[in-house]
């Protein structure tokens, strides 16, 4: 029986490619949620190549924010998908959680590879970002289930780690708290990012099974850590028996112009997360990678072996597209890419800095993680325009432009670069002539 004798509106693969704008709409605002779409932006998409898109209507777009951070090799890299082409001819077994595969095996080995000194070598892999921090929270938790006087999280303010139930209480956003009872809050306490004193204080009291931090924050605005405070973090994480994770998901696979942002500073955390651009965007790959010691003391035992166990943790897919990323940004050095990139990006938004300093409040970031804060709006137009410039800029340099970017989600008024790390350098020439155009509209506006 074909499906369309069962469901006549059944739509095949084929049905949905060919599907025409007004159906796409209709079908998604009926059948999901019509404003997560509508409110940020109704856009449609129907082609992704590299930093491009062609919308319904034939339009190219202009990619600068990569998926929030994930496009590090393009959107639709094609090395990546050669490579899922070779898995599937191959016929691999696709599931990978609990048996020997020779994909995931690899994968697991060659992130080892990347890590800082490469001290952090045994992986777990998740779904995505939020599944990642997740597992990394209950290795915390299961590694010092024997120490009685660890029965705490340490995080910070502005963090964003995902939105599941326990990375959700690790985010230091009420926001994103409410409706949900208390979550696993009374077990977690939120110190202000960069404030050392809070940090030594809190870290001192040896209470803490770990502590987590983004070494920048991206959702929470493009907080780049001090020296001192992430340092600190290292060194009081030690001598108090704390572990420490990054959270290297935003800033990770070479998005700062290092491989994994703590390497600016020397770090070597004892736990990192990673998701985003490490499967190249096409398939959900997360996970985290610990110190073997750290690993085994959560997991190494038969009673705890199974406690944090996923059925689509090693996936030979998404294994595959990891280990093609990393081959892709490795081989074609995307850390050089993001700092140079990053470099023509910053100097010009230091020059806009320069040129509208009431519009422009700050600039911040490292590689291709740009933040450029915006002034507030004064009170008579906020109305019309939002609470600060950074809406009005953003909206002018998409609408008029055809740029898809995005502000910070805890921090609104933070505009941010998020390009792939591949983006020529036309893209970028043409983005940043927008950009001035759209910050002298608004300063146009601020002076009406
Ligand atoms: C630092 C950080 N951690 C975790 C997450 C959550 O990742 P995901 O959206 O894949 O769940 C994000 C997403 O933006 C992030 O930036």
């Known amino acids: 029986m074909k499906v369309k004798e069962l469901y006549k509106d059944f739509y095949t693969v084929d049905d949905a490619i060919n599907m025409d704008f007004d159906t796409v709409k209709n079908l998604q605002e009926t059948y999901s949620n019509k404003l997560k779409v509508v409110l940020s ?17 034939g339009n190219k777009w202009y990619d600068m924010m990569g998926a929030v951070g994930v496009m590090t090799v393009g959107n639709n890299n094609p090395f990546i998908w050669e490579n899922l082409e070779k898995v599937f001819k191959a016929k691999s077994y696709a599931m990978g959680a609990v048996s020997y595969h020779n994909i995931a095996a690899a994968f697991y080995r060659n992130l080892a590879l990347t890590t800082p000194g490469q001290k952090l070598t045994k992986a777990q892999i998740a779904g995505g970002g939020a599944e990642a921090v997740e597992g990394a929270l209950k290795l915390c938790k299961i590694a010092k ?24 209480s690790l985010g230091g956003k009420d926001t994103w708290w409410a409706y949900q009872g208390r979550l696993l809050l009374d077990q977690i306490t939120h110190i202000p990012f960069n404030d050392v004193e809070a940090l030594k204080k809190e870290l001192s009291s040896g209470i803490y099974q770990g502590f987590i931090m983004e070494p920048i924050q991206g959702e929470g605005g493009v907080n780049v850590s001090t020296d001192e405070f992430i340092k600190t973090a290292r060194e009081y994480c030690t001598k108090y028996d704390t572990i420490f994770v990054a959270d290297e998901i935003q800033t990770g696979c070479c998005r700062t112009g290092k491989f994994w942002a703590c390497e600016w500073w020397d770090v070597i955390p004892d736990v990192m997360t990673f998701a985003k651009g490490i499967s190249g965007g096409i398939i959900p790959l997360g996970g985290y990678i610990a110190k073997p010691e750290v690993y085994d003391a959560a997991y190494g035992t038969p009673e705890t072996a199974f406690h944090h166990t996923a059925t689509y943790q090693g996936n030979a897919y998404a294994c595959a597209a990891g280990i093609a990323a990393l081959q892709f940004m490795l081989e074609n050095d995307l850390c050089a890419k993001a700092q140079e990139n990053g470099k023509f990006i910053m100097d010009a938004m230091n020059a806009a800095w320069k040129k509208y300093p009431g519009i422009i409040k700050d600039v911040r970031g490292k590689g291709c993680l740009i933040g450029v804060e915006f002034e507030p709006v004064p009170a008579a137009k906020k109305e019309k325009y939002g609470k600060n410039w950074a809406m009005e800029c953003e909206r002018y340099f998409s609408e008029e432009f055809r740029i898809q970017i995005m502000h910070s989600f805890n921090n609104p008024k933070v505009f941010r670069w998020l390009p792939p790390l591949t983006t020529p350098k036309e893209d970028l020439v043409y983005a940043l002539d927008a950009f001035s155009k759209s910050v002298e509209h608004v300063h146009g506006l601020s002076e009406e």
């Open 41 to 57: 932006g109704g856009k449609y998409f129907k082609k992704a190549e590299n930093a491009n898109f062609i919308d319904h209507a």
């Open 145 to 168: 289930r024997n120490d009685p006087k660890k029965t705490k999280i340490l995080s910070t303010l502005g963090a964003f780690h995902g939105k599941t139930a326990g990375a959700v």
